[in-house]
């Protein structure tokens, strides 16, 4: 068995195309167009590629963009007064802080400051409750976007097996509530479940979202299964400029599951996405319009 790869861009441009077909609808209902505000505090590489991604994104789906860029030396008051005025900003109906931030600003300080109804990240703890609760809720835009993918390739997911490798709050566990909420039987393993191997060979969908390099393995994966990797991660090669790879040992896997996303092009282009399709839905919201359909 050689699995099906799942071609996350494709998925993700579609998202996108349908995103951007209800915007001119929006814009003449509201008489402007949705807004993502931007904030990138300090000059991280991997963060600037990100939010440069994500700003491009918006202005292809014809939103309105607004980037905040600072400086590392940025303070926490002065981050959280930015916010505030995000908050209040009437243009802007979705606010992301990328993170990681520098060591001076409590990171979920920022988080819990900014408007619920603005959290196209989905990492408030009232967006994280009202998921928790099986109530409408901004979602993280990855988890989000693994299960687009895994309702494109499976259908329904009602009674199927999955365990969702890694228990963070911004994949594991919303990733794990969303598999609830479409009536799989669900279980988080992690660092410190024992015969992590046997508890994944057991699943019929595998979420990987570890953070350590090629740890599923070939012979971890139930025949058939589906295999979902959130992992990137970069290991170094001979010519010394690495590569990228996931959670999961791709070739191995590919022999036994029936479907992977690869790494890059699966999940990470699925992330940008769910975060146009987020802003839009609050747009949508914070006007008072029924959701969009079809996303």
């Given at each position: 068995?050689?699995?099906?790869?799942?071609?996350?861009?494709?998925?993700?441009?579609?998202?996108?195309?349908?995103v951007?077909?209800?915007?001119?609808?929006?814009?003449?209902?509201?008489?402007?167009?949705?807004?993502?505000?931007?904030?990138?505090?300090?000059?991280?590489?991997a963060?600037?590629?990100?939010?440069?991604?994500?700003?491009?994104?918006?202005?292809?789906?014809?939103?309105?963009?607004?980037?905040?860029?600072?400086?590392?030396?940025?303070?926490?008051?002065?981050?959280?007064?930015?916010?505030?005025?995000?908050?209040?900003?009437?243009?802007?109906?979705?606010?992301?802080?990328?993170?990681?931030?520098?060591?001076?600003?409590?990171?979920?300080?920022?988080?819990?400051?900014?408007?619920?109804?603005?959290?196209?990240d989905?990492?408030?703890?009232?967006?994280?409750?009202?998921l928790?609760?099986?109530?409408?809720?901004?979602?993280?835009?990855?988890?989000?976007?693994?299960?687009?993918?895994?309702?494109?390739?499976?259908?329904?997911?009602?009674?199927?097996?999955?365990?969702?490798?890694?228990?963070?709050n911004?994949?594991?566990?919303?990733?794990?509530?969303?598999?609830?909420?479409?009536?799989?039987?669900?279980t988080?393993?992690?660092?410190?479940?024992?015969?992590?191997?046997?508890?994944?060979?057991?699943?019929?969908?595998?979420?990987?979202?570890?953070?350590?390099?090629?740890?599923?393995?070939?012979?971890?994966?139930?025949?058939?299964?589906?295999?979902?990797?959130?992992?990137?991660?970069?290991?170094?090669?001979?010519?010394?400029?690495?590569?990228?790879?996931?959670?999961?040992?791709?070739?191995?896997?590919?022999?036994?599951?029936?479907?992977?996303?690869?790494?890059?092009g699966?999940?990470?282009?699925m992330?940008?996405?769910?975060?146009?399709?987020?802003?839009?839905?609050?747009?949508?919201?914070?006007?008072?319009?029924?959701?969009?359909?079809g996303?």
């Amino acid at each position: 068995m050689t699995a099906k790869r799942i071609d996350g861009k494709a998925a993700a441009q579609a998202v996108r195309d349908r995103v951007a077909a209800h915007v001119p609808e929006f814009e003449r209902r509201a008489g402007r167009p949705p807004g993502l505000a931007t904030v990138l505090v300090g000059e991280d590489p991997a963060s600037a590629v990100y939010v440069r991604s994500k700003n491009r994104a918006t202005a292809e789906a014809a939103m309105a963009s607004f980037a905040h860029n600072l400086p590392d030396t940025t303070t926490e008051d002065e981050l959280l007064q930015l916010v505030l005025d995000l908050n209040a900003d009437e243009r802007v109906d979705g606010i992301l802080v990328q993170l990681p931030l520098p060591n001076q600003i409590d990171a979920a300080r920022v988080i819990a400051t900014i408007d619920p109804s603005k959290d196209v990240d989905g990492f408030h703890a009232i967006n994280a409750g009202r998921l928790a609760t099986g109530l409408d809720a901004l979602v993280p835009c990855t988890p989000l976007g693994c299960l687009h993918l895994l309702r494109s390739e499976l259908g329904d997911l009602s009674g199927l097996n999955a365990v969702v490798v890694g228990r963070s709050n911004i994949v594991g566990k919303p990733m794990a509530l969303l598999l609830l909420g479409e009536h799989a039987t669900v279980t988080i393993a992690h660092s410190r479940t024992r015969d992590l191997s046997e508890v994944v060979r057991r699943a019929d969908i595998v979420v990987a979202a570890v953070g350590r390099p090629e740890m599923v393995r070939g012979d971890w994966i139930k025949p058939g299964a589906t295999v979902i990797d959130v992992g990137i991660n970069r290991v170094p090669t001979d010519d010394g400029k690495g590569r990228l790879v996931g959670d999961v040992a791709y070739d191995e896997v590919a022999e036994v599951a029936s479907a992977i996303t690869p790494v890059p092009g699966g999940v990470g282009p699925m992330t940008i996405a769910m975060l146009m399709r987020n802003t839009l839905v609050a747009a949508h919201r914070r006007a008072g319009f029924e959701d969009p359909e079809g996303l």
